[in-house]
């Protein structure tokens, strides 16, 4: 069982930066392992940000998400990581992370991001 773990979370002021950090709790990414970044808004759908592959790092990214978010792994650190700049209100939503591996998805808890103006 592959169970990610989004963690960074909290509360911000808008135009603030912050950094959300994904890892496999109890275990270690592997080479074909896809992340995704997904948000979930109040009343909102879940929406995806973006994703990277673990092995070669490529990276893509949502067309409404482009410019502001950038997803990046560390392989010596284990971790997926999401930072996101300028942040808005409108930001504001329970950001997860999953995990793409051997055809299956695995979904983390997500970890509250609240922006305040």
């Known amino acids: 069982q592959v169970q990610p773990a989004e963690s960074g979370g909290g509360v911000v002021q808008a135009g603030d930066s912050l950094t959300l950090s994904c890892s496999v709790s109890?275990?270690?990414?592997?080479?074909?392992?896809?992340v995704a970044w997904y948000r979930q808004a109040p009343g909102k759908e879940r929406e995806v940000i973006g994703t990277?592959?673990?092995?070669?790092?490529?990276?893509h990214y949502a067309d409404s998400m482009r410019g502001r978010f950038t997803i990046y792994r560390n392989y010596h650190e284990n971790r997926a990581w999401l930072h996101m700049n300028g942040l808005k209100p409108e930001d504001t939503a329970i950001y997860y992370c999953?995990?793409?591996?051997?055809?299956?998805?695995?979904w983390g808890q997500g970890t509250q991001v609240t922006v305040s103006s």
């Open positions: 109890g275990g270690t990414f592997v080479g074909d392992d896809m």
């Open positions: 999953n995990i793409q591996r051997d055809s299956v998805v695995y």
């Open positions: 990277i592959t673990w092995d070669a790092g490529s990276r």
